[in-house]
């Protein structure tokens, strides 16, 4: 899809602005019923917390949506991250009680757990809402992220510190071309994808990032007040991505010139967790990934990430993702086949 064909696919009427139109239900707990099973609607929206699995694949990390007009979306909030953009004319969102006002070309991004809500929208206006996991953060993006203290203070922030949940950026980028190219190109790339898609995607979402980091530099915006040691922690984790394997905790306090139990302290508190959970955490994540795209044997999976005790392995996997190793794959296939 090319970008100039973007806007004609935005305007089109989803299903639930058909049923809207067609009933003249406002409330989106109210339409959803109609179109998925009774009582989806007020489930979805009595949840403490949605879940990205409600929006997207389990395989997605990160995925376009366009938010739906003439209907009110009640208080809620969620496990992802959220960017939602003023595409075309404005809206009214309600955060954390807080009436935000979006322009055209104005952008916010929401942390976790944060309570909000959209008011009607227009049939002229277009929002397009940019959903991430969490885990969408990894080493190459973190790595690329670096540089960028508002941003990374934040991803930061919302993935390892749940304490600090509730936060929000809110950019007023009317006007920025860069901006509106930047989420389109790769919103296209999302909805029509082609070799090396995902690619296209991070990197149009990276510079979406400098592009917001130089934007907060001249209107002075401040997220607060606590940026010290944030692009340390970036370049600790990107550190961690490549050594987890064999590293110690002394050996990253030496490496980054941190005496050792400072250096636990410092971690445990930025991060939310201890060096050695933040370890484990970074094996199972490769072990997923080598469940995902390899035919590997259970047990040399386990050695590839450094579990020389298969049953330990085992154990931690699935108190990690509450499936076992062999189920956990065996999802993924069939989620995976379904798909294609």
């Known amino acids: 899809m090319l970008v100039a064909e973007l806007e004609e696919y935005l305007k089109t009427y989803d299903i639930i602005e058909t049923v809207a139109i067609n009933t003249g239900i406002t409330q989106i707990h109210e339409i959803l019923p109609l179109i998925h099973s009774p009582g989806t609607g007020n489930k979805m929206f009595s949840e403490e917390v949605l879940s990205g699995d409600i929006f997207m694949k389990n395989t997605e990390k990160m995925t376009f949506k366009k938010h739906p007009r003439f209907v009110e979306v009640l208080p809620h909030k969620h496990d992802f991250l959220e960017i939602s953009y003023a595409y075309r004319g404005g809206f009214t969102q309600v955060i954390n009680e807080q009436v935000v006002r979006m322009e055209e070309g104005d952008l916010t991004i929401l942390d976790t757990d944060v309570v909000h809500t959209i008011n009607k929208v227009a049939e002229e206006s277009i929002i397009i809402n940019i959903l991430i996991r969490k885990d969408y953060f990894n080493q190459s993006i973190l790595a690329r992220l670096t540089e960028n203290d508002l941003i990374s203070e934040f991803v930061i922030d919302a993935i390892y510190k749940p304490s600090m949940n509730g936060r929000?950026?809110?950019?007023?980028?009317?006007?920025?071309?860069?901006?509106?190219?930047?989420?389109?190109?790769?919103?296209?790339?999302?909805?029509?994808?082609?070799?090396?898609?995902?690619?296209?995607?991070?990197?149009?979402?990276?510079?979406?990032?400098?592009?917001?980091?130089?934007?907060?530099?001249?209107?002075?915006?401040?997220?607060?007040?606590?940026?010290?040691?944030?692009?340390?922690?970036?370049?600790?984790?990107?550190?961690?991505?490549?050594?987890?394997?064999?590293?110690?905790?002394?050996?990253?306090?030496?490496?980054?010139?941190?005496?050792?139990?400072?250096?636990?302290?410092?971690?445990?508190?930025?991060?939310?967790?201890?060096?050695?959970?933040?370890?484990?955490?970074?094996?199972?994540?490769?072990?997923?990934?080598?469940?995902?795209?390899?035919?590997?044997?259970?047990?040399?999976?386990?050695?590839?990430?450094?579990?020389?005790?298969?049953?330990?392995?085992?154990?931690?996997?699935?108190?990690?993702?509450?499936?076992?190793?062999?189920?956990?794959?065996?999802?993924?296939?069939?989620q995976r086949d379904k798909k294609a």
């Open 168 to 334: 929000y950026l809110y950019f007023p980028s009317r006007g920025n071309e860069k901006i509106k190219y930047y989420i389109a190109t790769a919103m296209c790339e999302s909805l029509d994808p082609d070799v090396a898609s995902i690619e296209v995607v991070n990197c149009n979402v990276i510079l979406l990032f400098t592009e917001l980091l130089r934007l907060s530099k001249k209107s002075n915006l401040e997220v607060n007040d606590v940026t010290k040691g944030k692009r340390s922690l970036v370049e600790i984790l990107n550190y961690l991505e490549e050594h987890y394997l064999t590293v110690t905790l002394s050996e990253v306090a030496e490496h980054f010139h941190f005496h050792p139990n400072y250096f636990s302290r410092f971690f445990k508190e930025n991060l939310g967790k201890t060096f050695s959970e933040m370890i484990q955490e970074l094996r199972l994540r490769q072990a997923k990934l080598l469940l995902e795209n390899t035919t590997f044997q259970i047990n040399h999976i386990a050695d590839e990430v450094g579990y020389t005790n298969f049953n330990h392995f085992y154990k931690k996997f699935k108190e990690h993702y509450h499936v076992t190793p062999a189920e956990y794959r065996k999802q993924y296939i069939e």
